[in-house]
Nanobody, 123 residues
Framework: QVQLVESGGGLVQAGGSLRLSCAAS????????RGWFRQAPGKERDLVAAINWSGGKTYYADSVKGRFTISRDNAKNTVYLQMNNLKPEDTAVYYC????????????????WGQGTQVTVSS
């Protein structure tokens, strides 16, 4: 059974940092693109960052560029999201996702999802 399990969320003050992790199990995800999405109350789920199978290609939403860094460790089947200089508007449930990497875009068609981890940034 495929599972993606996020960890590392929590409450942090504005300007602080958090590191999210997403561990995958049930299969090898080394050939899969991985993404981090977030959903704030009353808003749609949006892609925050994504990384291709090798780590050689990444995507960041404009709102997080220069503050967030996505990385992966294929030996551990894990993807990370380092979040620095957090802002109250970063408050959301963060979800990790995965899809087989066909070498196409990193933005859409993710078909494996985690259960989400809450990130709350206080002002």
């Amino acid at each position: 059974q495929v599972q993606l399990v996020e960890s590392g969320g929590g409450l942090v003050q504005a300007g602080g940092s958090l590191r999210l992790s997403c561990a995958a199990s049930g299969r090898t995800f080394s050939n899969y693109a991985r993404g981090w999405f977030r959903q704030a109350p009353g808003k749609e789920r949006d892609l925050v960052a994504a990384i291709n199978w090798s780590g050689g290609k990444t995507y960041y939403a404009d709102s997080v560029k220069g503050r967030f860094t996505i990385s992966r460790d294929n030996a551990k089947n894990t993807v990370y999201l380092q979040m620095n200089n957090l802002k109250p508007e970063d408050t959301a449930v963060y979800y990790c996702a995965a899809k087989f990497d066909h070498g196409m875009d990193l933005l859409t068609n993710y078909n494996y999802w985690g259960q989400g981890t809450q990130v709350t940034v206080s002002s």
